[in-house]
């Protein structure tokens, strides 16, 4: 109980005092240890999936990670190979451009957000997911939403773009600016793999988190 009110008033701290108050501590306690018991049930449920063909194929579900309270979440398309070997999104190259942008750029950091994929086992070949695997996977994602209840989501390139916003609208055309998944404000941006190949393509990303780091109030680099 301890560490979990550790956690809430670090988290106060962080978000500036504005979302958490002590004398709710006790409700805060017992509605974040509802959430970490919710996520759990959802991530021990896929322990053994095989609703599509990637669960014969995949070496580790890659579940997502993060804070059960974050403000941000991060939602990419698929794991690809170094997320396969290790189980945790977003931690090969393009991860750790994803990480400089949330701790470098918005200065939190990432273990502040909550990082996760439309589709929770890799992909041959990092191919892109079809429409069978995303339809069978998708909820899994929308648990984990219900749940966290971000203030925003930055959905990261075509595939987890178009999936949320029910679109087949080009990611150049959706990106930098806010829309609506269930009450929830969503950016879409482009995917940090992207940006690898095409750097000039990070002004338009850094221009799209500095509207997200806006909304939440979170102070902009001088
Ligand atoms: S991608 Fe999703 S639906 Fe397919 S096997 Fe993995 S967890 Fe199950």
Not at 81 to 87: F, K, L, P, S
Request: aromatic share 6%; with cysteine.
């Amino acid at each position: 109980m301890n560490e979990v009110i550790t956690q809430i008033l670090r988290e106060e701290e962080r978000w500036g005092g504005r979302f958490l108050l002590l004398p709710h501590v006790e409700s805060d306690v017992r509605d974040m240890e509802s959430k970490e018991r919710s996520l759990e049930e959802v991530r021990l449920s896929l322990s053994t999936c095989r609703r599509c063909v990637l669960g014969g194929s995949r070496k580790n579900i890659v579940f997502g990670e993060g804070s059960i309270n974050a403000q941000v979440m991060f939602i990419g398309e698929a794991p690809g190979a170094v997320e396969d070997d290790t189980g945790r999104p977003f931690v090969g190259p393009a991860g750790k451009l994803l990480t400089d942008i949330i701790e470098k750029g918005m200065g939190l950091k990432r273990s502040d957000v909550y990082i996760a994929n439309i589709l929770k086992c890799r992909p041959p070949e990092n191919r892109d997911p079809n429409p069978a695997e995303i339809t069978e996977c998708i909820g899994n994602l929308r648990e984990q939403i219900g749940i966290i209840q971000p203030r925003v989501m930055v959905v990261l390139g075509k595939i987890a773009a178009q999936t949320l916003l029910d679109t087949d609208a080009p990611i150049s055309g959706l990106r930098g600016r806010f829309q609506d998944y269930q009450g929830i404000c969503v950016m879409p941006t482009y995917h940090p793999s992207y940006l690898l190949h095409n750097p000039a393509k990070k002004r338009d990303v850094w221009e799209d988190i500095k509207k997200v780091m806006q909304y939440l109030d979170l102070p902009l680099p001088k």
